[in-house]
């Protein structure tokens, strides 16, 4: 059943009809979703949602709505349908041009404040930028960080650009190839989410990923160890990398970091607790 038009219809009953259309599409979150949607087009919270039950809805609101829920019907990302999406303690822009912000990669940021916490005016490198989360994140909650995030997309960059206008933070942004080498340093920390996922798993994923997502930021072959070898040439003496593997290859990229001369190699795991960042530290500069 579609929404229909008529001023006077509760929100309640709104808020069925596109769970059940969400549910029916495979969404796996269908009421979260639809809460999420309606609160969007009206400009407040599930929570006052939930506090207005019968809430009468107008017209325009109705076709506001039916236009998102179609969108997340065909299983496109809740984020890139609301055009924006949370990460840590900022609102990003988000489209179809980058990743969606995840909270395994708000587990990475942490690392990377932890090892840098203590440094007076730390140079911190993104690599593979993406929408800038990971870099603006940093810069936000370490405001002495001198951040730089690098992208081989220009149309990642420019999204990332965009979000350093609308947060206010100061971040260096360059379009650049890892494969060609990393940025001259010295950095005292590298931190990237690579492209992880096999070729042969993409068609694995949900819709939401494999049909929505850049495929040349999610497919990659040997990014993690391009940024591994990369870092270990550009990070000074007691320098950190940080990155975030895909489900089950934290072993494999901790073996990798100590045949490279990282030390202190260690795994930390994200909230559902899954390894999910893997980091070493240099012991020299080359």
Known sequence: ???????????????????????????????????????HVLGTTRSGLRAEPDRSLSDDVLAA???????????EPLAYVLGEWGFRRLTLKVDRRVLVPRPETEIVVGRCLSLIGRLV??????????????????ADECPGARVTGIDASADALAVARGNALNTSLAVELLEWDLYTGLPAGPWDLIVSNPPYVRPNEIELLEPEVRDWEPRAALVGDGATEAVARGSSEVLRAGGA????????????????????????????????????AVEGVTTSAD
């Open 241 to 276: 990398l940080v990155l975030e593997v895909a489900d089950g290859d934290a072993g494999r990229v901790a073996g990798l970091l100590r045949e490279l001369g990282y030390t202190g190699v260690a795994v930390t795991r994200d909230l559902s607790g899954r390894d999910r």
């Open 121 to 138: 005016e730390p140079r911190v490198l993104d690599v593979g930028t993406g929408s800038g989360a990971i870099a603006l994140a940093v």
């Open 65 to 75: 709505l039916d236009d998102l829920v179609a969108r997340r019907e065909r299983r």
């Open 1 to 39: 059943m579609r929404m229909t038009a008529g001023v006077g219809i509760p929100a309640r009953h709104v808020l069925d009809d596109a769970s059940h259309r969400l549910g029916g599409a495979g969404c796996e979150t269908p009421r979260v979703d639809a809460e999420i949607l309606l609160a």
